[in-house]
């Protein structure tokens, strides 16, 4: 059977580099907010080219974090609406229902998947304050234009890195310097849950910030709001990412470039090897600004093709079977319509793509794919 995805396999290269980390933190006995916690977030804030990087329990606190600090530091407010993408994983929208924030659903562009810009423009209203980006299934959002439309009304923009670790923009046109997600905006909320680009071995996340301020704010906030041992200055949380999964992702970071590229290179087969008038395939530019989380095609008979891929031996997985706003966690936007977000979510599957995957896993996938 070819899975959707083989963490055991991706994890298995790291095995022995693994084992000489967890020797060494058994051997020191320091537990939370210590030396491993320290240089990754150094590692990757470097990686991502930001000034700073606050390591944090998981990629949902990260995004309600950036929230919280940003209203404790008084440039938003309780109440104020924050434009988000309709079709996104729903920790997107509960992290903003989570700092007291009202999420504004906009509809996606139907090539890209990501949120559109035009739609952005039109939910603007006095409220708004800020934009989270989402860059979904690991392909950038279209951020020059939306960085323009949020300057010009005075907006922040904050990412949601969550599915596009690596992700570089402004590789292919030469024009821009290259930057990768996480450094195109205020902030940036990363997940290191063991299916993304970069997993750990449990729970994990980090917020990525060019602002000082804003940095101190987290660091204070994921600790239960204080600096110094049992003083503290903020209502925060307890949202600490662990020292044993930031040596694991310390051991995993030097890889990550390596690990997007075979994806990109699977996803290139996919695209020039699938041919059957019945799938849609995913829009790709060939630049760098795409980092495959996950390769998702679009089918009017969706469930009968996940049934023949399965009958054939090859796990597929949707992302995602329910729109935020048909959930019952969301009934306040259970009435409203995105049809583009509808149809999204009516047609697409993921096929398997990983760094893991053999050439004749490939092969079959494509060769199983053209005789639908
Ligand atoms: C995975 C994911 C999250 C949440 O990350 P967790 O670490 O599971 O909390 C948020 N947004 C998107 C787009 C994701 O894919």
């Known amino acids: 059977m070819i899975k959707f995805l083989d963490l055991h396999k991706i994890n298995l290269q790291y095995e022995e580099a693994f084992q000489k980390k967890f020797e060494a933190f058994l051997d020191k006995g320091w537990y939370i907010l210590g030396e491993s916690v320290k240089v990754f977030e150094k590692e990757f804030a470097e990686y991502c080219g930001t000034k700073h990087c606050m390591g944090v329990g998981n990629g949902l606190d990260a995004l309600v974090l950036i929230f919280k600090a940003t209203i404790q530091l008084g440039k938003m407010q309780k109440g104020d609406e924050v434009i988000v993408p309709a079709n996104t994983y729903i920790a997107s929208i509960l992290a903003i229902i989570e700092a007291d924030l009202v999420p504004v659903l906009v509809e996606p562009n139907e090539e890209t998947f990501n949120i559109d810009p035009e739609k952005i423009q039109q939910a603007i209203t006095p409220k708004t304050k800020a934009i989270l980006v989402v860059h979904l299934y690991g392909q950038l959002a279209d951020m020059e234009r939306i960085n323009t439309i949020a300057s010009q009304n005075n907006l922040l923009v904050i990412e949601d890195a969550a599915q596009a670790h690596g992700c570089k923009m402004g590789v292919r046109s030469g024009k821009m310097e290259e930057k990768k997600a996480g450094n195109l905006s205020y902030a940036a909320g990363f997940s290191f849950y063991p299916g993304k680009n970069l997993g750990a071995l449990g729970d994990a996340g980090a917020v990525t910030t060019n602002d000082d301020e804003l940095a101190k704010m987290i660091y204070s906030l994921r600790n239960y709001g204080s600096e110094t041992k049992y003083q503290n200055d903020f209502v925060g949380v307890n949202s600490r990412l662990d020292e044993i999964q930031a040596s694991f992702l310390s051991v995993k970071l030097p890889y990550l470039d390596k690990e997007n590229a075979i994806r990109r290179t699977i996803a290139k087969r996919y695209l020039s090897e699938i041919e059957n008038s019945k799938i849609v395939l995913p829009f790709y530019d060939g630049s760098e600004n795409h980092v495959f989380h996950l390769f998702v095609i679009r089918t009017q008979k969706r469930d009968e093709l996940q049934n023949y891929l399965a009958e054939n ?50 092969d079959f996938v494509v060769k199983i794919l053209n005789q639908y």
């Open 313 to 362: 031996g090859i796990q597929t997985m949707i992302h995602y079977p329910i729109p935020p706003h048909k959930q019952k966690a969301l009934a306040q936007f259970n009435h409203l319509s995105f049809p583009i977000t509808k149809k999204m979510h009516d047609e697409v599957l993921s096929l398997p793509i990983s760094p893991v995957m053999t050439e004749e896993e490939i």
